[in-house]
């Protein structure tokens, strides 16, 4: 059966694989930016890759409990690792903005209070910064319940990531609403489990 040979495989895969590979595009859009391979404004195409490389992984991070739930797909030994990856992602992504693209911390600040598609972005980013701190197991022995509470902000900064880019793109583009449609259904499928966790 095929989902037998997928968590077979998924059991012996391990997680630091799945660190190496996935940030095999960093190095790689770094030689396409100094090498001219991405275009008129490397720095702009650069952010744009990362940014929504961060926004794949916060998906996938998403579709983890489906997958399981539906199909019997057990994937969740790299939820952590996923969502770490999209928080390296999204700093890199930050980092690439701030250093490259604005070159100026007094721009920067102004332009997080005047432009909200930033301060969508920002306001994600912030949200992870206390998940990346808690994924370790100390944390998870620490907090029990409240680390589980506190990882539900999962669900706002995917949202704000995909309202993010949708916002950035401006006029009708098919692929962030794309990513926001998909975004907005793996966030509707977990409606009726959270209410009867509220409920219990």
């Known amino acids: 059966?095929?989902?037998?040979r997928i968590n077979k495989a998924a059991r012996w895969v391990p997680t630091w694989a799945v660190y190496i590979?996935?940030?095999i595009p960093v190095p790689v859009l770094l030689y396409l930016g100094v090498t001219n391979g991405l275009g008129r404004d490397p720095v702009k195409?650069?952010?744009?890759?990362?940014?929504?490389?961060?926004?794949?992984?916060?998906?996938?991070?998403?579709?983890?409990s489906p997958l399981r739930k539906v199909f019997g797909i057990n994937l969740i030994k790299f939820r952590r690792t996923?969502?770490?990856?999209?928080?390296?992602?999204v700093t890199l992504h930050l980092l690439v903005w701030a250093v490259l693209d604005v070159q100026s911390l007094e721009r920067v600040w102004a332009d997080i209070l005047k432009r909200?598609?930033?301060?969508?972005?920002?306001?994600?980013?912030?949200?992870?910064?206390?998940?990346?701190?808690?994924s370790n197991n100390?944390?998870?022995r620490k907090l029990g319940v409240v680390?589980?509470?506190?990882?539900?902000?999962?669900?706002?900064?995917?949202?704000?990531?995909?309202?993010?880019?949708?916002?950035?793109?401006?006029?009708?583009?098919?692929?962030p609403l794309a990513y926001l449609?998909?975004?907005?259904?793996l966030l509707a499928f977990r409606v009726p489990t959270l209410r009867k966790k509220a409920a219990a």
Do not use: N
């Open 1 to 4: 059966m095929i989902v037998d």
């Open 21 to 23: 590979v996935y940030m």
């Open 45 to 64: 195409a650069l952010e744009h890759e990362l940014g929504e490389i961060a926004l794949q992984l916060l998906i996938i991070g998403l579709c983890i």
């Open 82 to 89: 996923v969502g770490l990856l999209a928080f390296t992602y």
């Open 116 to 134: 909200p598609y930033i301060t969508i972005g920002m306001a994600a980013f912030v949200l992870m910064i206390p998940l990346a701190v808690t």
């Open 138 to 140: 100390m944390s998870i």
């Open 147 to 175: 680390w589980r509470k506190l990882h539900l902000l999962t669900y706002p900064i995917a949202l704000l990531g995909a309202l993010h880019y949708v916002w950035l793109a401006r006029g009708f583009q098919i692929e």
């Open 181 to 185: 449609t998909v975004i907005i259904a």
